[in-house]
């Protein structure tokens, strides 16, 4: 792999900086060395590496030493931008979660992006958000709604959940959701 990424080689430096991650090259992970390697493969175009380096800041890999939201939103933001769908999930959420980067209407647009892609459970995020978090039910129903006509079983049985004033619709969406 060292001779690959001296030769240039951006998936060569993924794959050892996921290796550095686990600790494999030297018995013990070293995240600060996986994300230089990914650096370089981000820098030379490989969206992989890019997500790799945003889910890193983010905290998803247990390294809380090198948790920094805004780089993570930065890199997350760079990949989904260049529509690699593995950004879009984690960039909704972090959008959404980390309180000094909320921003609704971004986490909107990655949302339908998401869906366009073939994903579905960002209706599911952001509904989770506008019902837990801003307690904006009926825009969560909406957002429910959408994941559950897509066929997200998670996302019907929180539209089931909240449709009290129809028990038709209710049991409906639940029996599709126990199909699904």
């Known amino acids: 792999l060292e001779d690959l990424i001296k030769g240039g080689d951006a998936p060569a430096s993924r794959i050892l900086g996921e290796a550095w991650l686990r600790g494999l090259p030297a018995g013990k992970p070293d995240p600060a060395k996986a994300a230089e390697l990914w650096e370089a493969a981000a820098k030379a175009g490989d969206t992989g590496s890019i997500v790799l380096l945003g889910q890193l800041y983010r905290g ?53 992006k998401a ?24 825009a969560a129903i909406e957002h429910f709604r959408k994941g559950a006509e897509a066929g997200h079983p998670a996302c019907m049985l929180r539209l089931a959940n909240f449709s009290i004033t129809e028990s038709k619709e209710e049991a409906e969406w639940l029996q599709k959701a126990a199909d699904a």
């Open 60 to 112: 998803a890999f247990g390294h809380p030493e090198m948790k920094d939201p805004k780089a993570a939103a930065s890199h997350l933001r760079k990949a989904a931008e260049l529509d690699d769908k593995e950004a879009f999930l984690p960039l909704i959420s972090l959008l959404l979660e980390e309180e000094s980067l909320r921003d609704e209407q971004e986490a909107e647009h990655w949302a339908g």
């Open 115 to 138: 869906e366009k892609a073939g994903d579905r459970s960002a209706w599911l995020i952001v509904g989770n958000y506008l019902a837990m978090v801003k307690k904006d039910h009926p």
